[in-house]
């Protein structure tokens, strides 16, 4: 596609639900990123992916939040058991190469926990 | 780890005037220094990147200087638009990485008034 597309836009969970949020990164695009957006603040780094293989995990919050890209393309983003704390904007960029080339961001999902 | 410091949080300028971000880092081997924009509901959208090994680009109305002596970064407008208006984020790459995990500054919002 033209750009990255996130889906859903918004995300109403109740406390204890599990959520999945989905990114279709570029066609093409070997390297996928996960941001989390607080508001009024800047993006904080959560995973990467190389193709399939998830290189970089160090930014998960805790083992409540999985990723995962099994075909090197779409990714899913799942948070289980739902907190409160874990209401932000979250953002999914892609980016051409493996090495840094600049990315290019999706318009993310705005999760917020009931 | 990396720690991105921005400054102000908030800039409010006349239509044609010049506006100034500046950010600071921490990690001396940082090498890639990316600023980005973003506007309401959606993922902020590369405008202008620099690397270590340049202390000043310019692209149009916006440019960047680096200055890695002191380890800071800036992002110059000029003649501003009420169309820059929106909230602007500098970054930073992490030098040991390869992939270009990016450590955000708490962002600046640019109001430009007509």
């Known amino acids: 596609g033209a750009g990255v597309s996130q889906s859903p836009r918004y995300k109403v969970a109740k406390r204890g639900q599990d959520v999945a949020l989905r990114c279709d990164p570029i066609?093409?695009?070997?390297?996928l990123f996960w941001y989390q957006q607080a508001l009024g603040q800047g993006p904080e780094f959560l995973t990467y992916?190389?193709?399939?293989?998830?290189?970089?995990k160090s930014g998960l919050p805790s083992d409540r939040f999985f990723a995962e890209r099994p075909e090197g393309s779409v990714s899913t983003l799942k948070i289980q058991r739902t907190q409160q704390e874990d209401s932000a904007v979250y953002l999914c960029?892609?980016?051409?190469?493996?090495?840094?080339?600049?990315?290019?961001f999706g318009s993310g999902t705005r999760l917020t926990v009931v | 780890g990396e720690n991105v410091e921005q400054h102000p949080s908030t800039l409010s300028v006349q239509e044609g005037d010049s506006a100034v971000i500046k950010c600071t880092y921490s990690d001396s081997a940082s090498n890639y220094f990316p600023w980005y924009k973003q506007e309401l509901g959606k993922g902020p959208q590369l405008i202008i990147d620099i690397r270590s090994n340049v202390g000043e680009k310019k692209d149009q109305r916006i440019a960047v200087t680096l200055n890695k002596t002191a380890k800071h970064f800036s992002l110059h407008i000029t003649e501003t638009q009420p169309e820059d208006s929106a909230v602007y984020f500098c970054a930073a790459s992490h030098g040991g990485t390869s992939y270009g995990k990016l450590t955000f500054g708490q962002g600046t919002i640019l109001t430009v008034h007509p």
């Open positions: 066609s093409g695009h070997v390297s």
């Open positions: 992916f190389q193709n399939e293989a998830q290189l970089d």
């Open positions: 960029a892609s980016s051409l190469e493996t090495r840094f080339s600049g990315y290019t």
